[in-house]
């Protein structure tokens, strides 16, 4: 390994061990207001360094990168999609959930952050939020009239989801929640 490449990496490591030990130690809030010399150039820096670390499937680091810029620039729609889907992809599920809702008030016009959102109730398996959260979808990509294709995939789910339930309920022999489970 490259002496350049070989510091490129201590630097990496050393953002996110600074990174973690900040949000780890919940003295966040009062700490982003003191850094006043960070600005949009340095967080975007961050968020690339997060991203690097996304696609290198280093998820844990990417989580912790991402999760200080969302605190550093909470108003950024980006940011908060991609600390869900760094929830997401370690199945971190009710967190995932969470991040996504924060993009999707960001934006409430969003019809992917919606269809993640039910995406993360399938995974969980609770099955009353992922029917609501599929309807708003198919809904919402009717009323704005984007991303047809999750509209479309949202419906779908809503028909099998429900025919699992309607075949569950009508055969009092077997419990509901393993059949919902094999669908889902």
């Given amino acids: 390994m490259s002496k350049k490449r070989k510091a490129l990496k201590n630097i990496s490591n050393a953002i996110v061990h600074s990174a973690k030990k900040v949000t780890d130690s919940g003295i966040l809030s009062p700490l982003v207001d003191r850094l006043s010399n960070i600005n949009d150039e340095h967080v975007e ?17 990417a989580e912790t990168i991402f999760y200080f810029i969302c605190n550093l620039n909470h108003m950024e729609k980006k940011y908060w999609k991609a600390l869900a889907v760094t929830f997401f992809l370690q199945k971190k599920y009710p967190s995932a959930q969470a991040a996504y809702f924060t993009s999707l008030m960001l934006d409430p016009t969003d019809v992917e952050m919606m269809s993640a959102m039910a995406d ?40 099998m989801l429900r025919g699992q339930i309607a075949v569950a309920e009508t055969n009092p022999d077997k419990t509901a929640e393993p059949q919902n489970k094999e669908i889902l």
């Fill in 45 to 61: 820096a961050l968020y690339a360094l997060g991203y690097d670390f996304f696609h290198g499937k280093k998820y844990k680091e």
């Fill in 120 to 159: 993360c109730a399938i995974a969980m398996g609770n099955v009353p939020d992922a029917d609501n959260l599929l309807a708003a979808t198919a809904e919402m990509s009717d009323n704005y009239q984007q991303r047809s294709d999750l509209g479309q995939r949202a419906k779908a789910l809503l028909e």
